[in-house]
Every structure is written in structure tokens, then in C-alpha cells.
């Protein structure tokens, strides 16, 4: 179990259940490791690579004409017959430390996305200020993120 509270980092699991069956554990599956739960969130990633470790990139989100740029590293990659994800940790420039995982699992015949974070202020302003905002717009990107698998 993931405490509260991690080196000043907050904690965060939402789950979902985004399907059932065999057809939907394996698009699901396969999507995740594509980028589809962050490309179908309104997010642009350069490409549509299998995320892999150690790939440097940089995911882009468009709010109110402004283009926010966060510098990401993939971190791990996890595939099994009941789990498939990947987390990332944030890189310099990116509007909040930390990491996040992306992981869909499998329960029977229900398929489920988990979305996990460790976050804390980045260390440049004007993003170390807009903390207390960015945490509220990371409340509304994970309503997406458990949305963006479901029946595409």
C-alpha cells in the first residue's frame, strides 16, 4: 500500500472499469502501452511508439491557447496475461515533480484502469506557485484518463 505521503510527494489512485471480455483486455492492453489513455485525454505525444523505459519525450496539453510542455522519461514497462501499464517520472520543466503509472489489469472477465501519482511543486516558478491550481486540473485529467479506454 502506497502511503499518503511520499519524500513531500502526494499520493493518488483512482480506478476504473472500462470493459469486459477478451476483445477489450486486449485492445485495452495494447493501447495503453501506445499512449492512447494520455492521447485520448487531449494530451499530444510525439508519435504513436510502444512506450518503453527509458524514452525521453515531451507530452504536450493545449488550455486556453496556451501549449503547456511536460518533459517526461518513461520509467518502467509492465506486461503480464492480467497487467499491463507503465509509469513515467517527470523531467526539469515539467509543471509538477513526480511520477505517474498507467496500469490496466485484469479480474475475471473485468477489465479495469488504475492511474497512480506521486506529486509534488516543481521547483520553477511560475509552475511551483500554480501548485495548488494544478492539482485541481490533475482531479479533471484523471476523470479523462479513466475515460479514454472505455469502448474506442
Do not use: C
Amino acid at each position: 500500500m502506497w502511503p499518503s505521503e511520499h519524500n513531500g510527494h502526494v499520493r493518488s489512485q483512482v480506478s476504473a472499469v472500462v470493459g469486459q471480455g477478451d476483445a477489450v483486455w486486449s485492445r485495452v492492453s495494447r493501447d495503453v502501452l501506445r499512449w492512447k489513455v494520455k492521447t485520448r485525454s487531449g494530451f499530444a505525444v510525439g508519435g504513436d511508439e510502444p512506450v518503453k523505459p527509458g524514452v525521453r519525450l515531451t507530452i504536450t496539453f493545449r488550455v486556453l491557447g496556451i501549449t503547456i510542455r511536460e518533459p517526461i522519461e518513461v520509467v518502467d514497462v509492465h506486461a503480464s496475461s492480467t497487467r499491463v501499464g507503465f509509469s513515467y517520472r517527470t523531467l526539469p520543466g515539467h509543471p509538477v515533480s513526480g511520477e505517474e503509472a498507467f496500469i490496466v489489469s485484469r479480474a475475471g472477465d473485468e477489465v479495469s484502469l488504475t492511474v497512480r501519482s506521486l506529486t509534488k511543486p516543481a521547483s520553477q516558478q511560475p509552475w511551483r506557485a500554480m501548485f495548488p491550481a494544478l492539482r485541481i486540473a490533475q482531479i479533471v485529467v484523471r476523470r479523462r484518463y479513466l475515460r479514454a479506454l472505455r469502448g474506442h
